[in-house]
């Protein structure tokens, strides 16, 4: 029902018994709504050959834990084969997994038990220039090695490519073997793989396999070590 109000110096005069309503336009939804678990998987479109692990990024929304599983993609049939799954726990809905992928080609990440978005989720493993490089140093590192005293021809040839070998098995584990580096000294070179592959290359080429026996032996001392350690304590 209408009500007539009047005001006196800005307040309201003779409050009305019925309350004042005020009326807009609007909309409320009345069903609720259902907010369906789903996780978003990113991973670069494209990884070097043995030079790190490839990096998975996983977003959740509404999940917790979820299976990530790994495929490696027959491009000739272009079917999938399942290479590894592991379980992923979030935190504060993120998580970032690690695969180490050995095999040249095509691999597709997928979420097992949980809805994912099926973008950015392939990756192609293929060749680079970084152990083409640490090759090169490596010959390189030979040649001046032995340089520095007289050989024959033969030994000479066997001196180089023991040191090529050296130095491309130095490279391979300046990139995967930082799981060992807390017992094994294994160098690394900065940031860039290709001035790693550049310096170890030089480096095992230059002192040849006798450099990856003195890693081992001190490897194994800091190992039987640590080992006295603990059970001292």
């Known amino acids: 029902p209408w009500r007539n109000i009047s005001f006196s110096q800005g307040e309201l005069d003779q409050i009305p018994t019925a309350p004042i309503y005020r009326i ?21 479109p494209f990884s070097p050959w043995l030079e790190s692990p490839v ?22 049939t272009n079917q999938a084969y399942l290479i590894e799954d592991r379980m992923v726990q979030f935190s504060a809905g993120q ?9 040249r080609g095509r691999y597709q990440f ?9 973008i950015l ?4 493993l293929e060749h680079s220039l970084t152990y083409l490089i640490s090759a ?15 050989a024959t021809l033969a ?7 023991l040191g090529v070998v050296t130095g491309l098995l130095l490279t391979f584990l300046s990139f995967y073997g930082q799981q060992l580096s807390s017992w094994i000294p294994l160098p690394t070179f900065g940031n860039e793989p290709i001035v790693n592959a550049l310096v ?12 990856l026996a003195n890693l081992l032996v001190s490897g194994i001392r800091r190992w039987i070590i640590s080992g006295k350690s603990k059970v001292s304590a």
Do not use: C
Not at 155 to 161: A, D, L, T, V
């Open 200 to 211: 170890t290359g030089l480096i095992g080429g230059f002192f040849g396999p006798h450099f």
């Open 55 to 76: 990096a998975v990024q996983l977003n959740a929304y509404g999940v917790e834990s979820g299976k990530l599983g790994v495929f490696w993609i027959d491009e000739v």
């Open 155 to 161: 030994n000479s040839f066997i001196r180089i490519g």
């Open 136 to 150: 090169f140093a490596a010959l390189v590192g030979a040649i001046l090695a032995i340089s520095r005293q007289p």
């Open 110 to 118: 997928r979420m097992m038990d949980t809805p994912y978005y099926p």
């Open 95 to 103: 998580a970032l997994e690690r695969f180490n992928l050995f095999k």
């Open 121 to 124: 989720t392939e990756t192609r």
């Open 24 to 44: 807009t336009r609007g909309v409320t939804r009345e069903d609720a709504i259902k907010h369906h678990p789903w996780v978003h998987l990113s991973v670069s």
